[in-house]
């Protein structure tokens, strides 16, 4: 099929192994695999031959042939192989299930990336290598990690991320440290599902480019940081709170007792039931640039 340009094979539950002939599919320009639970590789000459492919999707593999021959690749959803990519835009890794590391990958000659989303791998442990040399990346969403982790995965930060999304589980009590050091770029954060955190820290104040703050499903938070803290974020122009009954509670507008630390704020927004769709969809911000 030498003309085939676009190929979907979707909810096949029994496809365990890969049918031939892809290699001659010479025209392809877009492959999606998706929720083919027991197709966990493709043959190694597989996508030696599509040379023109330029959209890959492939969610539940445990490994993938080399990418090296797919020049023309712009964007890519799969667990590994990523390095020699360097055209890619947009990287999306999602619902790997059965994906624990990321460590041996190294993304740092992926200059052309601008928006990385790695999110909902309930076994994943360890995320990828070199992120901070990505002088492209602006948007960014992370989390929904293996649940067993006590803190979340040590990670890089390029200083100039713009959007950063991250995703919490039940037994994060704080968010990762590393975003602190995000002072002059970041201008939208979304905290999700951070069940155990109480309460923001104190280095918020730090984000001193913040113009949007959104905090989603975290039911246990109650604190905001310090009124002077808040009124550092002096570009903060819009708060969302929605699906955190127990600080929705203390930010009610005027009797709150958290109310005074965000009544600055031009645009304040309190939910207690949460407004945000289901995990694919909770990192994606495209509605927000």
Same mark, same amino acid.
């Given at each position: ?7 979907? *094979?979707? &909810? /096949?539950? @029994? +496809?365990?192994?890969? %049918?031939? $002939? !892809?290699?001659?599919? =010479? #025209? ?89 989303? *790695?999110? &909902? /791998?309930? @076994? +994943?442990?360890?995320? %990828?290598? $070199? !992120?901070?040399?990505? =002088? #492209? ?95 550092? +974020? ?56």
């Amino acid at each position: 099929m030498p003309r085939l340009r676009k190929l979907k *094979i979707k &909810n /096949c539950e @029994k +496809l365990s192994s890969w %049918p031939s $002939g !892809l290699e001659y599919c =010479t #025209s392809l320009q877009e492959l999606h695999i998706q929720n083919c639970q027991n197709l966990r590789h493709l043959p190694v000459d597989a996508l030696q031959n599509p040379v023109s492919l330029e959209k890959l999707y492939c969610t539940n593999l445990e490994a993938i042939p080399s990418l090296d021959n797919l020049t023309s690749l712009r964007e890519l959803s799969i667990p590994r192989a990523l390095q020699s990519c360097t055209s890619l835009n947009s990287l999306t890794i999602s619902e790997c299930h059965h994906l624990i590391s990321l460590a041996d990958v190294d993304v740092s000659r992926l200059q052309s990336l601008s928006s990385l989303y *790695i999110y &909902n /791998c309930r @076994k +994943l442990k360890y995320l %990828p290598t $070199g !992120l901070r040399s990505l =002088t #492209s990346l602006k948007w960014m969403g992370i989390g929904k990690f293996w649940e067993e982790l006590d803190s979340f995965p040590a990670f890089e930060l390029p200083s100039q991320i713009q959007v950063l999304g991250i995703s919490g589980w039940p037994k994060l009590k704080s968010l990762p440290q590393e975003i602190q050091h995000l002072t002059t770029c970041l201008e939208i954060m979304i905290i999700d599902s951070f069940d155990s955190m109480e309460a923001l820290p104190e280095w918020l104040g730090n984000l001193s480019s913040l113009i949007r703050l959104n905090i989603w499903g975290c039911k246990n938070l109650m604190y905001l940081p310090t009124v002077e803290v808040m009124q550092c +974020l002096t570009k903060l122009e819009t708060l969302e709170i929605s699906g955190c009954p127990r600080l929705a509670e203390r930010c009610a507008k005027e009797s709150g007792p958290e109310w005074h630390k965000i009544s600055h704020i031009r645009d304040v927004f309190v939910y207690e039931l949460e407004t945000s769709s289901d995990d694919s969809e909770s990192l994606n911000y495209s509605s927000f640039s």
